[in-house]
């Protein structure tokens, strides 16, 4: 069974601050989704890393697929407390055709003004 | 255009009883997929349907079912309900490219006691 090892649960911090938030598994995936998922409403996709090694960066937020397709990270500079949310990462296993993710456990984001 | 719309928002049943929770994916596309999201986990993957063909299960028991429409619209259906069945319900569609994200309804709140 693959899993999708997220760290840490919970994050509360102060306005300003940087954070990572971790993604870790023993399987390879073909692609890995980062979504956000804010009370009330389903995920939103922030963005999709593919390639071993990739980095990808969305204004303030930096993602990272590790070499091996086995991990990522999402890398927040100066949050803000609009960032507060649920992030989720998901991953695509080899030969998927999509429609099947693997998510994570999500880490709660709390920015506090 | 519309996103992916679901229904109902919420719902309270009575264990034992039987659900019918419906979605309708994003216009152009035929492929839709369904998850399980408990209060503080990430989503589980319940079922992906493309073309009206069941084309992924999760490790969810017989009494979850679904099934997908010639408009691509789609039901989950759940019988003999318990009260571990009580999480938000997401449906998802994507189009059928490779690393095609998958874009969320609302999702449904079922409740049951």
């Known amino acids: 069974t693959q899993l999708l090892e997220q760290s840490p649960q919970f994050l509360s911090i102060q306005e300003g601050e940087n954070l990572t938030v971790y993604c870790n598994s023993s399987s390879v995936f073909s692609s890995l989704q980062w979504y956000r998922q804010e009370p009330g409403e389903g995920p939103v996709l922030l963005v999709t890393v593919v390639t071993g090694g990739e980095v990808k960066k969305l204004k303030r937020l930096t993602f990272q697929f590790g070499d091996a397709r086995k991990d990522s990270s999402l890398h927040i500079t100066a949050a803000q407390p609009g960032d507060t949310g649920l992030y989720l990462c998901?991953?695509?296993?080899?030969?998927?055709?999509?429609?099947?993710?693997?998510f994570g456990q999500g880490t709660e984001l709390s920015v506090k003004p | 255009d519309a996103g992916v719309t679901q229904s109902p928002t919420h719902l309270i049943k009575t264990r034992g009883q039987h659900v019918t929770l419906r979605c309708s994916p994003i216009?152009?596309?035929?492929?839709v997929s369904w998850y399980q999201q408990v209060l503080g986990q990430g989503p589980q993957f319940i079922f992906q349907y493309y073309e009206k063909e069941e084309r992924g299960r999760g490790n969810f028991p017989d009494r979850f079912s679904a099934r997908q429409f010639p408009n691509y619209s789609s039901e989950l259906n759940v019988n003999a309900l318990l009260l571990g069945d009580s999480a938000l319900y997401l449906c998802?569609?994507?189009?059928?490219?490779?690393?095609?994200?998958?874009?969320f309804g609302n999702g449904t709140r079922l409740t049951v006691t």
């Open positions: 998802a569609s994507s189009s059928d490219r490779t690393y095609s994200p998958l874009h």
């Open positions: 998901a991953g695509a296993s080899l030969g998927n055709q999509g429609g099947k993710l693997i």
């Open positions: 216009s152009g596309h035929k492929s």
